[in-house]
T-cell receptor, first 116, second 117 residues
Framework: EPEVTQTPSHQVTQMGQEVILRCVPISNHLYFYWYRQILGQKVEFLVSFYNNEISEKSEIFDDQFSVERPDGSNFTLKIRSTKLEDSAMYFC??????????????FGPGTRLTVT | AQTVTQSQPEMSVQEAETVTLSCTYDTSESDYYLFWYKQPPSRQMILVIRQEAYKQQNATENRFSVNFQKAAKSFSLKISDSQLGDAAMYFCAYRSANGGATNKLIFGTGTLLAVQP
C-alpha cells in the first residue's frame, strides 16, 4: 500500500540553524500539508500546498518557514533560523482528489525536531 | 472559525469491554467531514474512521463505530471488544468540504486511551 514517507525521523539542531524536513507524498496525490505537534499538545495545521503554491497557511507559519516541491516528488519544509519553541513533531500529509471526491489525508510517520 | 473539543483527556477500559470517546465541534458550515485518528506511542497518525456530514447513517469500521449527531454537533467514537493494541491517543478532527485547495484538518486536544488487561 502506498504511504507517505518522511526523513529524517529525528533531527537535532542548534538554535539559529536552518533545517529542512523532507517528505515524499503518495505519488498520485495533489494536495500536501505540514502539521506540527508540540509534545503533549494537539496537532496544528501549518500550511497547505497545491499546484505548486501555498493555498493556506496558519499564524504559526511565519517568515521563518517555507515549503517547496523541488522535483515533483519531494515536499520540503524549511525553517530558516530555528528557535527552541520549534521543537516538535512535524507531520507531512497528502491527499488525492479525483472527480471532486477526496476525504483522507494520509500522514507520514513524522520528523521529531529537537532544537537545543 | 471551526473548533473541535475533546473533554476527556484520559480514558481507561478493560480488555474486551466497550468504551466511548466524546467529541464535540462547532461550525456554521453544513457540509463537512469528521474523522477519528489514532496516534500510538510511535506517534504515527492513523485514520480510524470518517463520517460525511451529509450522511445520516453512522460510519462503522469493524470494532469502531461513531455516533454522529449533527444537530448537537457531537461525534463520539465507540470501540467494541477493546484490545491491548487499541491503547493510544485518539484525536477527533474536522475538515470543511468547502475549502477547495486547502481543506485543512482541525484537531481536538486528544483523549489518551489505556486498555487494562
Amino acid at each position: 500500500e502506498p504511504e507517505v514517507t518522511q526523513t529524517p525521523s529525528h533531527q537535532v539542531t542548534q538554535m539559529g540553524q536552518e533545517v529542512i524536513l523532507r517528505c515524499v507524498p503518495i505519488s498520485n496525490h495533489l494536495y500536501f500539508y505540514w502539521y506540527r505537534q508540540i509534545l503533549g499538545q494537539k496537532v496544528e495545521f501549518l500550511v497547505s500546498f497545491y499546484n505548486n503554491e501555498i493555498s493556506e497557511k496558519s499564524e504559526i507559519f511565519d517568515d521563518q518557514f517555507s515549503v517547496e516541491r523541488p522535483d515533483g516528488s519531494n515536499f520540503t519544509l524549511k525553517i530558516r533560523s530555528t528557535k527552541l519553541e520549534d521543537s516538535a513533531m512535524y507531520f507531512c500529509a497528502s491527499r488525492q482528489s479525483r472527480d471532486g471526491l477526496s476525504y483522507e489525508q494520509y500522514f507520514g510517520p513524522g520528523t521529531r525536531l529537537t532544537v537545543t | 472559525a471551526q473548533t473541535v473539543t475533546q473533554s476527556q483527556p484520559e480514558m481507561s477500559v478493560q480488555e474486551a469491554e466497550t468504551v466511548t470517546l466524546s467529541c464535540t465541534y462547532d461550525t456554521s458550515e453544513s457540509d463537512y467531514y469528521l474523522f477519528w485518528y489514532k496516534q500510538p506511542p510511535s506517534r504515527q497518525m492513523i485514520l480510524v474512521i470518517r463520517q460525511e456530514a451529509y450522511k445520516q447513517q453512522n460510519a462503522t469500521e469493524n470494532r469502531f463505530s461513531v455516533n454522529f449527531q449533527k444537530a448537537a454537533k457531537s461525534f463520539s467514537l465507540k470501540i467494541s471488544d477493546s484490545q491491548l493494541g487499541d491503547a493510544a491517543m485518539y484525536f477527533c478532527a474536522y475538515r470543511s468540504a468547502n475549502g477547495g485547495a486547502t481543506n485543512k484538518l482541525i484537531f481536538g486536544t486528544g483523549t489518551l486511551l489505556a486498555v487494562q488487561p
